[in-house]
T-cell receptor
Framework: ETGVTQTPRHLVMGMTNKKSLKCEQHLGHNAMYWYKQSAKKPLELMFVYNFKEQTENNSVPSRFSPECPNSSHLFLHLHTLQPEDSALYLC????????????FGPGTRLTVL | TQLLEQSPQFLSIQEGENLTVYCNSSSVFSSLQWYRQEPGEGPVLLVTVVTGGEVKKLKRLTFQFGDARKDSSLHITAAQPGDTGLYLCAGPYAGNNRKLIWGLGTSLAVNP
């Protein structure tokens, strides 16, 4: 399988649940990103990992916990979420060479009840 | 603060029409990228413009980077329903090209 994959594609959870989003990239990239996409807002960068090390945390609430066990996999662990956290969560990867192009997965549509 | 403003926010046209959407900033960018996002999918890169005044063509899509590298436009000729989607522009943060600044996007609907 090529590109960037994300699972699950859709997730409905209650505010007391714990769930995890998974992202896998098959492009040999070293940088991976989590974004949140909400209506009427630009893409919001949440976390950046470079060579498995977190290099960016954009003041994301602690109820979102990222994990990057290797350069190909990225997780976003969710717990005690709020309804306003409902959004499309996008994962992206980027290579070290060339332009700033980021390659996106299809996203996980999250609904918090 | 670097910002990217896209206009119009929404556009609904008939198949066969031409259209132009804009991406503007008061800041200079080293490059700008255009992505298209279809419903239920992530954004997909269409083109990167790097040189001021540059024009790039991708079939019926023409991209232009402003001479001062502060703005860009996307022109679609004879739009088709398959062009429907959210068009996003993005540019690298000054001094940190691992991060992108994103516009809000133009949501385009092409009706048959």
């Amino acid at each position: 399988e090529t590109g960037v994959t994300q699972t699950p594609r859709h997730l409905v959870m209650g505010m007391t649940n714990k769930k995890s989003l998974k992202c896998e990239q098959h492009l040999g990239h070293n940088a991976m990103y989590w974004y949140k996409q909400s209506a009427k807002k630009p893409l919001e960068l949440m976390f950046v990992y470079n060579f498995k090390e977190q290099t960016e945390n954009n003041s994301v609430p602690s109820r979102f916990s990222p994990e990057c066990p290797n350069s190909s996999h990225l997780f976003l662990h969710l717990h005690t979420l709020q309804p306003e956290d409902s959004a499309l969560y996008l994962c992206a990867s980027r290579g070290e060479r060339g332009t700033d192009t980021q390659y996106f997965g299809p996203g996980t549509r999250l609904t918090v009840l | 603060t670097q910002l990217l403003e896209q206009s119009p926010q929404f556009l609904s046209i008939q198949e066969g029409e031409n259209l132009t959407v804009y991406c503007n900033s008061s800041s200079v960018f080293s490059s700008l990228q255009w992505y298209r996002q279809e419903p239920g999918e992530g954004p997909v890169l269409l083109v990167t413009v790097v040189t001021g005044g540059e024009v790039k063509k991708l079939k019926r899509l023409t991209f232009q980077f402003g001479d001062a590298r502060k703005d860009s436009s996307l022109h679609i000729t004879a739009a088709q329903p398959g062009d429907t989607g959210l068009y996003l522009c993005a540019g690298p943060y000054a001094g940190n090209n691992r991060k992108l600044i994103w516009g809000l996007g133009t949501s385009l609907a092409v009706n048959p």
